[in-house]
């Protein structure tokens, strides 16, 4: 009797041992080895994000994508660069949204800001990745900062950034020859109240044209300066003064010079500007205008009040991105010089792999109160050395593109 006993326990040991294998068995085949990701990024390199990142699936549509990251960029104050990244769950993730910040300084090469992202992206993805096989191979280290690296250093600069730049491009052959100079010094100071941007700018181009019996030279100039202040009121309101100056060959200023307040209403609150913007913008602008040559309208110098009113709208989303803006001037002492201006550009996923991409532009204009008087030269019209007249301006672009084929885009092959 006691044999069958131990008999009998050993068979239920034996038996509960097997279909406990077959369990493990079968979770780790229910199990995915990694995730699938589709990666849109404004503002970086895919191919290096994809080439560093080497423990999941690549997928050309989001459609077949188990969490669909949107990276998006902007600059911040101090001239760096801010990318958020969003991390939305799709297919078994359906309905989990995460959400990760990366800040880079503008003295960064491009190297370490790349490096850092990747570095970002990879943390925001191993909450996805404890559900996969890949999670027992990955290694996590921590490198410990040193005590006085955390605490924060006084800002000599009191946040200060200053930026000097010049180029130049020179080409010619034996008919021709082109000089272009161009320089700008830029100030810049950014807080959660106030913004400050000063920037002056000079361009110089000269075009000189050889034949067998005359040499000719053509020079435009160009100076400008502005000068803008911002104060942050609410999360949705702004308040700013702008100011500027402004010679010109081409636009026929000796001098301009100018100023205005301006108000400006978000309907979005301002951190949420990376992804989605509509804002109205009113300024009053006034300006003395001194001519180099009489204008079309008998005038040399005047003072000139102009409304200006703005609408801007951006939406950068999974589906998409899409953004315009529609701006509209006129002047107080006669109604009938004005201009407005529409601005669309659309990126739209229609439908698995196929995408549609607009852009254009119309400027309805009866505003030109600085074009000269009398009839353009033939060299003015032919090297736009002056600003011809005109009554409206538009141009337009529309692509689309269709992808079809294997679903994954992990390999990255640089060669030629």
């Known amino acids: ?35 699938n990701l589709y990666i849109d990024c404004r503002g970086c ?25 949107l ?9 760096g660069q801010e990318y958020k990244l969003r991390y939305i769950g799709r297919q078994r993730f359906t309905g989990r949204e995460d959400t990760l910040i990366y800040q880079s300084y503008q003295s960064d090469t491009q190297d370490v800001r790349r490096r850092g992202l990747v570095k ?21 280290s921590y490198d410990q900062p040193a005590v006085e690296s955390q605490q924060q250093e006084d800002d000599k600069w009191n946040r200060w950034i200053f930026e000097v730049g010049l ?30 941007d000063i920037e002056f ?25 502005d000068a803008l202040v911002v104060k942050s009121l609410t999360d949705h309101w702004s308040l700013g003064v702008f100011t500027h100056a402004l010679t010109s060959t081409r636009n026929n200023y000796d001098l301009r010079l100018g100023g205005s307040p301006a108000l400006e209403y978000n309907i979005f609150p301002y951190a949420e500007y990376s992804e989605r913007e509509i804002s109205f913008q009113y300024s009053l602008l006034t300006t003395y205008n001194n001519y180099e040559e009489l204008t079309a309208y008998g005038e040399v110098e005047e003072v000139l009040i102009q409304n200006r009113f703005s609408a801007n709208m951006q939406f950068t989303q999974p589906w998409g991105e899409i953004d315009g803006d529609v701006r509209a001037y006129s002047y ?14 659309i990126d739209f996923q229609v439908a698995r792999g196929l995408e549609l991409q607009l852009s254009g532009r119309y400027s309805l204009i009866n505003d030109q109160l600085s074009v000269p008087a009398g009839d353009l030269t033939e060299e003015e019209q032919l090297l736009d050395l002056v600003e011809p007249p005109t009554s409206f301006y538009y ?14 885009s992990n390999t990255v092959n640089p060669r030629f």
């Not at 970002?120 to 996590?140: F, Q, R, W």
């Open 1 to 35: 009797m006691w044999k069958l006993s131990v008999f009998f326990f050993v068979f239920v040991l034996f038996v509960g041992n097997v279909r406990a294998q077959k369990t493990d068995s079968t979770n780790q085949q229910q199990r995915p080895n990694s995730i």
């Open 45 to 69: 390199s895919e191919s290096y994000v994809r080439n560093e990142i080497n423990f999941v699936q690549f997928v050309r549509d989001m459609a077949d994508a188990d969490v669909h990251l």
């Open 71 to 79: 990276v998006t960029r902007q600059f911040t104050g101090s001239g």
């Open 120 to 140: 970002k992206i990879k943390a925001g993805l191993l909450p996805y990745l404890t559900t996969t096989d890949v999670i027992y191979d990955l290694t996590i």
């Open 167 to 196: 180029n130049t491009f020179i080409d010619g052959e034996d008919t021709r020859s082109t000089i272009n100079l161009w320089g700008e010094i830029a100030a810049s100071r950014v807080t959660k109240n106030w913004k400050t």
């Open 201 to 225: 700018n000079k361009s110089y181009n000269e075009r000189t044209f050889k034949n067998d019996n005359s040499t000719e030279t053509f020079i435009t100039e160009r100076n400008r300066f």
């Open 332 to 345: 107080m002492r006669d109604w009938s010089k004005n201009r407005l201006v529409f601005d669309m550009g």
């Open 395 to 408: 141009n337009a672009s529309i692509g689309i593109e269709y992808t079809f084929g294997s679903i994954y």
